[in-house]
């Protein structure tokens, strides 16, 4: 069973920082590109980073800079560094996952791009 957990969201002040983890079972890393998304209420649901299987990374300019997305595969964990974080980061995180080819063009990318999903986990960020 392909299960994906997300931890590490809270409330920081804008400029601190956070690390997202998502812990993954039913799969490794060599067999599936593995992303972040990010939905603020009322907004569509925003890709802000890619962990391709070749170890190809890539971000949104939103959050290029900023955030930086890394793998432990002793762990089976994804992990997600913010920092310098805005309150417009403010927004429910989600890791997923892709087995299979992904297109290779990170604009053409989008939520449907990715099978497995965690449950998210909310970051909030107050000015």
């Known amino acids: 069973e392909v299960k994906l957990v997300e931890s590490g969201g809270g409330s920081v002040q804008a400029g601190g920082s956070l690390r997202l983890a998502c812990t993954v079972s039913?799969?490794?890393?060599?067999?599936?590109?593995m992303a972040w998304y990010r939905q603020a209420p009322g907004n569509l649901c925003e890709l802000i980073s890619t962990?391709?299987?070749?170890?190809?990374?890539e971000y949104a300019d939103s959050v290029k800079g900023r955030f930086t997305i890394s793998q432990d595969n002793a762990k089976n964990t994804v992990y997600l560094q913010m920092n310098a974080l805005k309150p417009e980061d403010t927004a429910m995180y989600y890791c997923?996952?892709?087995?299979?080819?992904?297109?290779?063009?990170?604009?053409?990318?989008?939520?449907?791009?990715?099978?497995?999903w965690g449950q998210g986990t909310q970051v909030t960020v107050s000015s």
């Open positions: 039913g799969f490794t890393f060599d067999e599936v590109h």
């Open positions: 962990l391709r299987r070749d170890g190809r990374t």
């Open positions: 997923a996952a892709k087995g299979g080819p992904l297109d290779s063009v990170y604009a053409s990318l989008s939520p449907d791009s990715y099978e497995f």
